[in-house]
């Protein structure tokens, strides 16, 4: 008999770390952060296939991730691919697939609406989309892994800050598979990845020009060639980066009730100096204006 995974639609306000908690006691292993569901797809064995469903109300993009063993997916439309660890599959307007494995199988699963990548994808082409050799996959992977372990213990602003993450990842992932830019130049596809890890982990303290080189498998005199090219620094995106994250969130009522070294904190930056620092160099109004919506 053939087992099933039934995804519900994306919940948003009220009580969301009980809605995960309800998702999970219902037998699927999975979390949610406000639109976005991730789960585990378990494979077993044989040619019995699983079968999930998974926004059926709405346009959306299901990502397949394997973590262990082949993956055949079959979608509603017929449309059979093979997809293994190191790889990611994109199914984009499905409703609803199939997916079996010969010696057993898991995967990360991702349910986004479709407004989380309208930006690089077209609605029109709805073919699904292999990633492979994607230098983002592998760190987003890990973190995955890593809130599918505690998500349900967030609170309200950090499961907002996952989504925003999670979709980041999975648009610079798909850019990767789609091959943006890899044409135009050698050290384009370079900075492309470096810009998405960035975008990635700019809320990371932690994050350096380092840690990008290191992640995209370069050398930090290459990383920095390629920016000085457009005429910036790794660490300069870095701080402009968070210095716009740090903007929309003092333009946002929903944050009304963060100080300034709060949000610098959430943004990426050590204090509240660092991050007005930041913004004056990049020609932001001051906290202060934003706040009085003079900025």
């Not at 995209?216 to 790794?234: E, I």
Request: net charge positive.
């Amino acid at each position: 008999m053939a087992q099933s995974a039934r995804s519900t639609p994306g919940i948003q306000g009220g009580s969301t770390m009980e809605s995960r908690r309800e998702h999970r006691a219902a037998g699927q292993r999975g979390v949610r952060f406000g639109q976005t569901e991730l789960s585990i797809l378990r494979v077993p064995a044989g040619g019995t296939p699983v079968r999930k469903i998974c926004r059926p109300d709405e346009l959306a993009v299901e990502v397949i991730v394997p973590r262990g063993g082949t993956i055949m997916v079959r979608s509603e439309n017929r449309d059979e691919r093979a997809v293994r660890p190191g790889e990611a599959l994109y199914l984009i307007g499905c409703r609803r697939y199939a997916a079996y494995a010969l010696r057993g199988a898991s995967a990360i699963t991702l349910g986004l609406p479709f407004s989380a990548v309208d930006e690089f994808i077209d609605r029109a082409n709805t073919d699904p989309v292999l990633v492979q050799g994607s230098a983002v996959l592998t760190p987003a992977t890990a973190f995955l892994g890593t809130l599918l372990e505690g998500g349900d213990e967030l609170d309200r602003l950090s499961s907002y800050f996952a989504e925003k993450l999670i979709w980041e990842m999975v648009a610079s992932i798909y850019l990767e598979g789609k091959g943006v830019g890899a044409a135009e130049a050698p050290n384009t596809g370079i900075l492309d990845r470096a810009m998405a890890q960035i975008a990635a982990y700019r809320t990371d303290r932690s994050l350096t020009p380092e840690a990008v080189a290191r992640s995209l498998n370069v050398s930090m005199r290459q990383l920095q060639r390629v920016f000085a090219s457009t005429g910036s620094t790794p660490s300069r995106e870095i701080r402009r980066q968070r210095a716009e994250l740090a903007v929309s969130m003092l333009r946002s009522e929903s944050f009304g009730v963060f100080n300034v070294t709060q949000i610098a904190h959430h943004s990426g930056f050590s204090d509240a100096a660092e991050l007005r620092r930041a913004m004056s160099a990049f020609g932001f109004p001051s906290p202060r204006e934003l706040r009085s919506g003079l900025g």
